[in-house]
């Protein structure tokens, strides 16, 4: 009687909460997930401004949102949103007027401008410690100002776990995916810690957008891939497409 073939896994790299997300679509599709996340996030102390004092609010991530809620008082306020996943966190956490674009800095810019014609007052960005790219400047070019409010940090994990060094080791890795440069660079220094590079040979790098993919291989010199790709969007759908089509 033949055994049947064990599922190669793939390696979601995000933080807990968007893993299991990404975790829950992969799997209907007939992959297996494996969770190990490269970063942890950590509510920080902050003192929240009042929110009527900005007409709108703006969150690059749905870590922001989780962390710093949804003011019973403010669930009118003018939300904008860096790709849909975000944006249905903030729905989920209780805003009511909620507006989101999947583009960059610019697409942004251009929405709330669209959205917020003549205010010529800040916004407030709710962020984590570390960006790719201050939005502040991003928006400035757009004449649009913005106040931060910094409500987590995400620490970067200083070793694999156990399960995922004998995943690694023993070969039943076929992909990793990358969501953001901070993760791609976390694993990459982990696989040279820990001496795991030739674990990389069949490994394909799934990447979020162009620059993740540049990251992961400036990140890598004298690492050998199974394959490096980048997705058509920078989105879960996406992901899942370049998913489909790279395993």
């Given at each position: 009687?033949?055994?049947?073939p064990k599922k190669k896994l793939v390696l979601i790299t995000r933080p807990t909460a968007d893993a299991d997300v990404f975790a829950a679509e992969m799997?209907?599709?007939?992959?297996?997930?494996f969770i190990e996340p490269m970063l942890g996030i950590i509510p920080t102390p902050y003192k929240a401004p009042d929110f009527k004092n900005y007409p709108?609010?703006?969150?690059?991530?749905?870590?922001?949102?989780?962390?710093?809620g949804c003011p019973a008082d403010n669930r009118d306020i003018a939300v904008f949103a860096v790709g849909a996943h975000t944006a249905d966190e903030a729905?989920?956490?209780?805003?009511?007027?909620?507006?989101?674009?999947?583009?960059?800095?610019?697409?942004?810019?251009?929405?709330?401008?669209?959205?917020?014609?003549?205010?010529?007052?800040?916004?407030?960005?709710?962020?984590?410690?570390?960006?790719?790219?201050?939005?502040?400047?991003?928006?400035?070019?757009?004449?649009?100002?913005?106040?931060?409010?910094?409500?987590?940090?995400?620490?970067?994990?200083?070793?694999?776990?156990?399960?995922?060094?004998?995943?690694?080791?023993?070969?039943?890795?076929?992909?990793?995916?990358?969501?953001?440069?901070?993760?791609?660079?976390?694993?990459?220094?982990?696989?040279?810690?820990?001496?795991?590079?030739?674990?990389?040979?069949?490994?394909?790098?799934?990447?979020?957008?162009?620059?993740?993919?540049?990251?992961?291989?400036?990140?890598?010199?004298?690492?050998?891939?199974?394959?490096?790709?980048?997705?058509?969007?920078?989105?879960?759908?996406?992901?899942?497409?370049?998913?489909?089509?790279?395993?």
């Amino acid at each position: 009687m033949k055994s049947t073939p064990k599922k190669k896994l793939v390696l979601i790299t995000r933080p807990t909460a968007d893993a299991d997300v990404f975790a829950a679509e992969m799997t209907t599709l007939g992959f297996t997930p494996f969770i190990e996340p490269m970063l942890g996030i950590i509510p920080t102390p902050y003192k929240a401004p009042d929110f009527k004092n900005y007409p709108a609010i703006v969150f690059t991530s749905a870590n922001a949102v989780r962390v710093a809620g949804c003011p019973a008082d403010n669930r009118d306020i003018a939300v904008f949103a860096v790709g849909a996943h975000t944006a249905d966190e903030a729905r989920k956490q209780g805003y009511l007027r909620v507006f989101s674009t999947e583009g960059d800095g610019a697409d942004l810019g251009a929405l709330i401008r669209k959205k917020l014609v003549g205010a010529e007052q800040k916004i407030l960005h709710i962020r984590g410690e570390h960006v790719a790219v201050p939005l502040e400047d991003i928006l400035l070019k757009d004449r649009i100002k913005t106040d931060a409010l910094v409500v987590y940090t995400a620490k970067t994990e200083d070793n694999f776990t156990f399960a995922c060094r004998a995943a690694l080791e023993k070969g039943d890795i076929a992909a990793v995916t990358f969501f953001s440069k901070r993760t791609a660079e976390n694993f990459v220094r982990l696989i040279k810690k820990e001496d795991l590079g030739v674990a990389l040979k069949p490994i394909k790098a799934l990447c979020i957008s162009q620059a993740v993919l540049e990251c992961v291989q400036s990140a890598s010199p004298g690492l050998v891939w199974g394959g490096a790709y980048s997705a058509e969007r920078p989105d879960r759908p996406a992901m899942l497409d370049l998913l489909k089509a790279a395993i």
